[in-house]
């Protein structure tokens, strides 16, 4: 199979999630995601901040919540309060391919009230219901978030 280069660009989207705690949102890849069996070397999520404090982790997790991979992390006092996309190019390379069950997304290190939005859309743009949206353990069926994926098959 090739190698895939995904693309939800919508910064000016009509929905955001607000982290907060340990809160997390992520891509949850169901069965028939064209996101499984692939090795991701680049992941990059639309968020901005209305805060400053903590640290914002890019997570893969695997269906049971175990943190895989932390593909990279940022100050939140290093994310603008514009819409803009963080993490490019920023990866591991012993990254374990992507599983049904499993999902991609971003996490706050610390408690507090909302310190980061991550964008999201209140549609299902990529691939229909095989790759949704998970808040916070909650699936979200409708929505995607924005996000640039790149990856390769695991071989």
Request: charge should be negative; proline fraction near 1%.
């Amino acid at each position: 199979a090739p190698c895939i280069d995904e693309d939800v660009n919508q910064l000016l989207t009509d929905h955001e999630y607000g982290l907060s705690g340990t809160r997390y949102v992520a891509i949850l890849i169901n069965a028939g995601s064209a996101l499984i069996g692939f090795k991701m070397s680049n992941v990059q999520f639309a968020m901005r901040t209305t805060s400053s404090g903590g640290t914002l982790y890019c997570r893969h997790w695997d269906s049971g919540g175990s943190v895989v991979t932390d593909y990279w992390n940022i100050a939140v006092s290093s994310v603008g309060t514009t819409a803009a996309y963080y993490g490019d190019g920023i990866t591991t390379d012993d990254e374990t391919a992507i599983a049904q069950g499993d999902y991609i997304g971003m996490q706050l290190s610390t408690g507090g009230s909302d310190a980061v939005d991550v964008k999201a859309i209140q549609s299902d743009v990529y691939d229909s219901t095989n790759t949704t949206l998970t808040d916070n353990g909650t699936e979200s069926s409708g929505r995607d978030m924005t996000f640039k994926l790149t990856g390769c098959p695991n071989q």
